[in-house]
């Protein structure tokens, strides 16, 4: 009796853990707070359809791409609207729209899949952090009012991007920080989440040759032997720097051996310890780093390993454990997913969605046993469970907002998810 007591305190005590990771699910930045696109819990939808499994369905004006954030039941997205970089507050309980800001001119459509407010906010402490296209950087309390605003072109020059602006903005515990990887001067810029006042400007100004030079990845913050380090991938470069003065602490080159003029770079980097996973060369390859080891000097020796089969121009990879989870949109192998192994790279298995033409722009999320991969109609493919030996594709779910192009990320909430597609919030 004794046993079966304990166990079934057991499996309660699992369950409202489970339950509790849920309820307090907060996704502060792209990728969530880990950076690592992935989180525990129990209970996500596994499948669902315009008809079935949506709790609503919010429309967001103007034009936007940016994978929403979400803290104490709001979730934080962004669009071009009336011509104006605008921040949209969402209530997640019943989708309605608490309020929108604007702020600054919006100067998208570069580009079919994007626009002027591509990167996604970031939020902490009660105040959300937008950057835009136009170089507009603001802070913004939970009603809405703005409390403080710069320009970073018009502090420290115009943006050369070819296409429109995919760095978001990263947090660390006293900064907002934005990276600006472009042809001409490229730097790291610090300003305090409380004042606005710039805490530090780093120069990255490294050999890449044309459009290489030019980044829409976004850092992240990890943790280097104890010490707080940001990591960012771009203009052929990993570079590592200190997160409270921004110097540079190591620099590994040689990831555009041919100097190919047009190896811009939008897939971002995943860390997970001293390991830093980059993919590069528009899918065409992807490298494992030692970041303890890049620090020390070690350069090249650095590398860990090595791949040149698998990769992913525009799908950020995810991480948890020992699985890096890859989504490759090349022409060859578009909707393959490989589980590679951090410390290897080798593939553990791999499992292919159904075949079409569609592109994948979004990145995979991890949500309990199974991996979320979204195409650009806004179907999404759901994997699992990934604690078989051999995953496969769980179910096929489509949403009636099929306009290209839906590039935001699947978010999770409260054991729901979040989807936007090019027109709509919904959440499932």
């Known amino acids: 009796m004794t046993t079966r007591l304990n166990l079934t305190l057991s499996v309660i005590c699992c369950l409202c853990l489970s339950t509790a990771l849920n309820a307090q699910e907060r996704w502060p930045q792209w990728r969530g707070a880990s950076q690592q696109g992935a989180t525990q819990g129990n209970g996500f939808p596994l499948q669902w359809s315009e008809n079935e499994g949506i709790q609503w369905k919010t429309e967001i004006a103007g034009q936007g791409s940016s994978t929403p954030v979400t803290d104490s039941g709001v979730a934080y997205l962004t669009a071009g609207s009336d011509g104006k970089n605008t921040l949209i507050a969402v209530g997640l309980d019943d989708g309605k729209v608490l309020w929108q800001t604007q702020i600054g001119e919006d100067r ?14 970031v939020v902490d402490d009660g105040l959300v952090y937008a950057y835009f296209r136009s170089g507009d950087l603001a802070c913004v309390n939970a009603d809405g009012k703005v409390v403080w605003q710069t320009n970073l072109q018009e502090e420290f020059g115009e943006d050369t991007l070819w296409w429109d ?13 934005v990276a600006v990887m472009q042809t001409g001067p490229s730097y790291l810029v610090a300003y305090d989440k409380k004042s606005g006042d710039m805490l530090w400007k780093e120069d990255r100004n490294v050999d890449a040759p044309k459009e290489a030079a030019q980044s829409y990845s976004t850092p992240l913050l990890t943790k280097v032997n104890g010490q707080s380090v940001i990591a960012v991938m771009g203009a052929d470069h990993l570079t590592l720097h ?8 190591g620099s590994l080159g040689g ?8 190896f811009r770079s939008i897939s971002s980097p995943v860390a997970a310890g001293n390991l830093i996973v980059c993919p590069y060369a528009r899918g065409e390859t992807i490298t494992c780093v030692d970041m303890s080891k890049l620090i020390a000097g070690a350069g090249e020796d650095a590398i860990v390993w090595s791949r040149d089969d698998v990769g992913s121009d525009v799908p950020t990879p ?13 022409k060859q192998s578009r909707g393959t997913v490989y589980n590679l192994n951090l410390n290897s790279g080798e593939t553990t298995w791999e499992v292919s969605v159904p075949k079409s033409r569609i592109g994948f722009s979004s990145s995979p999320l991890v949500a309990g046993d199974h991996l979320y991969v979204t195409g650009e109609d806004g179907k999404t493919h759901v994997i699992g469970p990934l604690s078989a030996d051999h995953p496969s594709v769980v179910s096929s779910n489509p949403l009636s907002d099929d306009e290209p192009f839906t590039t935001a990320s699947p978010v999770p909430y409260d054991g729901d998810l979040l989807i936007r597609t090019k027109n709509f919030l919904h959440r499932l």
């Open 108 to 121: 998208g459509q570069k580009h079919k899949k994007g626009g002027g407010s591509n990167p996604s906010a």
């Open 165 to 177: 602006l995919g760095s978001s903005p990263l947090l660390t515990p006293d900064a907002v920080v």
């Open 242 to 249: 200190d997160a409270s003065t921004g110097k540079t602490l």
């Open 255 to 262: 990831f555009n051996p041919t100097n190919h003029e047009f």
């Open 318 to 330: 995810a991480i948890v454990g020992k699985s890096v989870y890859v989504v490759s949109d090349g």
